[in-house]
């Protein structure tokens, strides 16, 4: 399972009440998390959220725009500072990286782990992070490149068949524990296999992270067995027709017309534009879901 902590869900500027893009994943099977965004003020967010930073595995930066990326260069000397040393991977733009080594140069910044980048463009193949989690990228349209990316835990999971042993006779204790743990049995003058009894369940979770865009379409392959959805809505229908095509965003209309045309059974929508942000707002944007 996937457990989501949004730090930011506000679009282009901070708000008195809302940061800029940022949203922790964790695995709940252990204490692994990744970042996809790291607008301004991101670590700030992560402490109030009391996730660590020694925990953090990998950064996902979706595009180059401020407001996603303006905090990764200080969450990254903080991890140092509290004594990090294992590598993290970082998979984003390649203006990223550049952007990263000036700043360090500049700054005489020098971190006590090492970065893994890897140029978003080479995500778009299943990359595992860890035995339990993968990732994937997938191109969308914006006023510059930007990537949705697929976050995927799978887990398996070995199961007694305890109707079959009762069917047979086999009473509960050591017997249904020793086949728990393969050890093959003796029962009724026959050996009983552990194989023959045990049950693998591989439990699946996918979601989709969207960074900005105006094409909710251009994931629908990828949505085909998501079970979630998290997508920006800067604005409503009508201020999206009012601005016009320029900044390339997306309405909740049309996130939510695309999730209903996929059959996708949860959509979370986020990035919303400051005109948005009061109760007003948020009930003009639910509105149209």
Same mark, same amino acid.
């Given at each position: 399972?996937?457990?989501?902590?949004?730090?930011?869900?506000?679009?282009?500027?901070?708000?008195?009440?809302?940061?800029?893009?940022?949203?922790?994943?964790?695995?709940? =099977?252990? !204490?692994? $998390?990744?970042?996809?965004?790291? +607008?301004?003020?991101? #670590?700030?967010?992560? *402490?109030?959220? %009391?996730? &660590?930073?020694?925990?953090?595995?990998?950064?996902?930066?979706?595009?180059?725009?401020?407001?996603?990326?303006?905090?990764?260069?200080?969450?990254?000397?903080?991890?140092?500072?509290?004594?990090?040393?294992?590598?993290?991977?970082?998979?984003?733009?390649?203006?990223?990286?550049?952007?990263?080594?000036?700043?360090?140069?500049?700054?005489?910044?020098?971190?006590?782990?090492?970065?893994?980048?890897?140029?978003?463009?080479?995500?778009?193949?299943?990359?595992?992070?860890?035995?339990?989690?993968?990732?994937?990228?997938?191109?969308?349209?914006?006023?510059?490149?930007?990537?949705?990316?697929?976050?995927?835990?799978?887990?398996?999971?070995?199961?007694?068949?305890?109707?079959?042993?009762?069917?047979?006779?086999?009473? =509960?204790? !050591?017997? $249904?524990?020793?086949?728990?743990? +393969?050890?093959?049995? #003796?029962?009724?003058? *026959?050996?009983? %296999?552990? &194989?023959?009894?045990?049950?693998?369940?591989?439990?699946?979770?996918?979601?989709?992270?969207?960074?900005?865009?105006?094409?909710?379409?251009?994931?629908?392959?990828?949505?085909?067995?998501?079970?979630?959805?998290?997508?920006?809505?800067?604005?409503?229908?009508?201020?999206?027709?009012?601005?016009?095509?320029?900044?390339?965003?997306?309405?909740?209309?049309?996130?939510?017309?695309?999730?209903?045309?996929?059959?996708?059974?949860?959509?979370?929508?986020?990035?919303?534009?400051?005109?948005?942000?009061?109760?007003?707002?948020?009930?003009?944007?639910?509105?149209?879901?």
């Amino acid at each position: 399972m996937l457990h989501f902590t949004f730090l930011g869900t506000s679009s282009g500027v901070p708000t008195l009440t809302r940061n800029v893009s940022g949203l922790a994943i964790r695995n709940s =099977k252990n !204490k692994d $998390w990744i970042l996809v965004d790291a +607008g301004e003020g991101t #670590q700030h967010r992560i *402490q109030q959220a %009391k996730l &660590s930073l020694q925990n953090l595995i990998a950064v996902c930066i979706t595009h180059v725009h401020g407001d996603h990326c303006y905090g990764l260069v200080g969450l990254l000397a903080s991890a140092g500072m509290n004594a990090r040393t294992a590598p993290i991977t970082i998979i984003a733009p390649k203006e990223i990286q550049k952007w990263f080594e000036v700043t360090a140069q500049l700054t005489d910044l020098h971190l006590p782990y090492q970065l893994n980048f890897i140029d978003v463009n080479e995500a778009t193949q299943i990359q595992p992070l860890t035995d339990e989690l993968s990732i994937q990228a997938h191109p969308l349209s914006h006023r510059v490149p930007s990537f949705a990316f697929s976050i995927i835990t799978q887990h398996t999971q070995n199961k007694l068949d305890t109707q079959a042993l009762i069917q047979l006779g086999v009473p =509960k204790g !050591k017997a $249904w524990g020793d086949l728990q743990q +393969g050890k093959d049995i #003796q029962f009724n003058d *026959q050996i009983l %296999k552990a &194989s023959d009894f045990i049950q693998t369940h591989i439990q699946r979770v996918h979601a989709i992270v969207g960074g900005d865009n105006d094409r909710p379409e251009l994931l629908a392959q990828p949505c085909q067995d998501a079970q979630l959805l998290i997508h920006e809505s800067t604005y409503t229908q009508a201020v999206l027709d009012k601005v016009g095509q320029g900044p390339m965003h997306s309405s909740a209309k049309m996130v939510a017309e695309f999730a209903q045309q996929q059959g996708l059974g949860n959509i979370i929508l986020t990035h919303f534009s400051p005109r948005h942000q009061d109760s007003a707002g948020q009930q003009a944007i639910a509105e149209e879901v």
